[in-house]
């Protein structure tokens, strides 16, 4: 994505979200984002969150370079290019940029970068725990994660009570 300071320079967005959760993980902002930053930017949330299996991603210069299809391929990620012209093909994505667009950028007249990330953070930070989404029965990303780590922890201890009461008597 791209947006611009009030003084009409550009700079760039590089908003990192899971389908699943819909956790927006991390926006990046700067005056440019290149494949090496990309890659960066992965590992630093990578050692908070783990890695995908695999990445959706458009077919722009940062994304097409060699520097993430190595960081991808070291580390056994996929990435699943969207065909060009069609960004239905990442509707989650679309849907998240749409949101972000009309409820931040639009909202706001930066006057710097750093003001850009930081009013941009406290959006990101609402957008996770403050704001329900319908695709998560109007739970936030932050309570959806939550009530699922809950749910495989349920899972855990009753398997492992169901394994003991297997265990025969002497």
């Given at each position: ?21 819909r ?35 458009d ?112």
């Amino acid at each position: 994505m791209k947006d611009a300071l009030g003084d009409g320079r550009k700079f760039k967005i590089l908003p990192i979200l899971d389908e699943y959760t819909r956790k927006c993980f991390r926006i990046e902002v700067d005056n440019s984002i290149n494949g090496v930053r990309v890659c960066r930017v992965l590992g630093e949330i990578s050692q908070q969150e783990g890695l995908p299996e695999i990445i959706i991603i458009d077919n722009g210069p940062e994304f097409i370079g060699k520097a993430l299809d190595a960081w991808a391929y070291q580390r056994g990620v996929k990435l699943f290019f969207i065909t060009p012209g069609k960004p239905v093909e990442n509707c989650y994505m679309e849907s998240f940029n749409g949101k972000f667009r009309d409820e931040c950028l639009n909202e706001h007249w930066f006057l710097s970068i750093p003001q850009a990330r930081d009013i941009i953070e406290s959006w990101r930070i609402d957008y996770n725990t403050e704001r329900p989404h319908s695709s998560l029965d109007n739970l936030t990303p932050e309570e959806f994660i939550r009530q699922e780590k809950e749910k495989i922890a349920a899972a855990g201890v009753a398997v492992a009570i169901s394994i003991n009461a297997e265990i025969p008597k002497s």
